[in-house]
């Protein structure tokens, strides 16, 4: 009976734990796919603001004379 027990034990650890490690992937994932878009948001933002050039400069310069 106590063999049983510890088997089942652990049985119940393993498949818990395994729970905890797909979680874990997930996140991962979800982590990994944010990232890659706030990058691909931020060059886009950078090629946009070298293309075209922006007015607060043109104030500022005139605000300067």
């Not at 119940?12 to 990232?35: E, K, M």
């Amino acid at each position: 009976m106590t063999n049983y027990l510890r088997l089942l034990s652990i049985s119940l650890l393993c498949l818990s734990l395994q729970g905890c490690v797909v979680a874990a992937a997930a996140d991962l994932a979800a982590t990994t796919v944010l990232t890659a878009g706030k990058l691909a948001v931020k060059g886009t933002g950078a090629l946009i603001d070298a293309a075209i050039p922006d007015k607060d400069d043109k104030k500022k310069d005139e605000e300067d004379d």
